[in-house]
């Protein structure tokens, strides 16, 4: 059994949060894959450079500066602050990007009206160095950029990372992996301010009635779509509170 | 035979010379460790961001505003181009710091008198992930940060940190360990501005009159005091030009 974890921008900005994560993963006790996103870190720093930043559709434009900044912030910033972290609870692992022992290669967004700029979608994953080091005891913290296969790097959606390298491991090498997409909230709530309306299990066929009636928000959807794509692997995917990595709590995703 | 090269700052901040630098890595045909400084991107950085930085005895006092800049700089923007320009000349490889992998603890620099703030001193080197990197065809590039193990990262001499991996390979797992510092000038020279009048041999011995007589500068003799230390484990050290990668061309350091 694997886990791969997804924590996003709020979580990894706020230390109390994102040390109950680290926490929680150390406590796995197994190698894991934790793949963060680092957005909020992202625009601080672009404020601070005087660069303005473009989110159309949940996906920030990314031009050659922002890329800069991503890059700097996502694998750098973050991704070794959560690796130092990480040896500091005695885990050995290893942070990565997509272009680290070529994990996930990608290609820029073609899209008929908007240029995304070095916004990544996925092409292909390799999970052979990630599944190495696994079974060697070492777990991994992935950045959410990938690369070009010309020695470009791309900004991709962390919990698309995060479901593609579930799928992968899922398909190529064992059958029990483990997708968890950690926020702050306790589930998918019928009502967001009432955290005992957690759903507990969304089917794919609930999707489309449940962005409808507003349950399933702009934000929300990307991370059900990705989901349901692999809960239909076979993987295990839940949606749940930061505190609550290693129960099964939460909102269960099927396909 | 195990490459360990070291790149400064100015070939990282010239395109040109890094390409060469990589083409040459890549010819090398077997996996190699390629440590990577970057203190002019930091600067440049630094600048953009309105904060000063202060070098006292060649290392940048490190504040926890420069902590950020150079863990961005160097384990993001340098380190991931770096990686992807690899990974585009066909090179497996993974980009690291001295967090990943647990690969070199450090503690806080203690001096009489200077607070160098998050500057790291090396305690111990761990090659047991990175030399199953390496025997699995996999090469590493390190850029210059370290860990305390309590979750803080260090901002590391990158000269230091090759001679202490190589000093480590050598040691615990082969005894054919090359180390090459390259830069823009073909080796120590008697006259800067002769470029034929490079120093083959330099000993151990030689360090103080060369220093006395100004042929070792400064800013070169915490390199030639490395790859002194390193020489003393056996190891072949050679100070060359980023296009001798691979030659015996160059000042050899002998203990």
Chains 1, 2 share one sequence.
Do not use: W
């Amino acid at each position: 059994m694997t886990y791969v974890v997804k924590i996003g921008g709020a979580i990894v900005d706020d230390e109390s949060s994102l040390n109950l994560v680290l926490d929680r993963c150390a406590a796995l006790d197994k190698p894991f894959v934790l793949v963060h996103g680092g957005g909020r870190v992202a625009s601080t720093l672009a404020d601070e450079l005087g660069i303005e930043q473009t989110i159309v559709d949940g996906r920030r434009i990314t031009n050659v500066d922002t890329l800069r900044i991503v890059t700097m912030v996502y694998a750098g910033l973050i991704n070794k602050n959560i690796v130092a972290k990480l040896q500091a609870r005695g885990i050995q692992n290893i942070g990565m990007t997509g272009a680290d022992a070529n994990l996930v290669r990608a290609h820029r967004r073609i899209h008929p009206t908007i240029d995304f700029g070095f916004v990544g979608d996925i092409d292909e994953v390799h999970v052979d160095v990630l599944t190495m080091l696994l079974s060697n005891g070492i777990s991994v913290v992935v950045a959410p950029l990938t690369h070009d296969g010309e020695g470009g790097l791309l900004n991709t959606n962390a919990d698309t990372m995060a479901a593609s390298i579930a799928m992968s491991l899922q398909t190529k090498v064992e059958s029990d992996v483990q997708l968890r997409y950690l926020f702050e909230h306790p589930g998918v709530m019928q009502d967001i301010g009432n955290t005992d309306s957690v759903i507990p299990l969304v089917h794919a066929a609930d999707v489309a009635a449940l962005t409808a009636n507003g349950i399933i928000d702009t934000g929300m959807l990307p991370k059900i779509t990705n989901a349901v794509d692999a809960a239909r692997v076979g993987i295990d995917v839940r949606i749940q509170h930061v505190s609550a990595l290693g129960t099964i709590s939460g909102t269960h995703i099927l396909c």
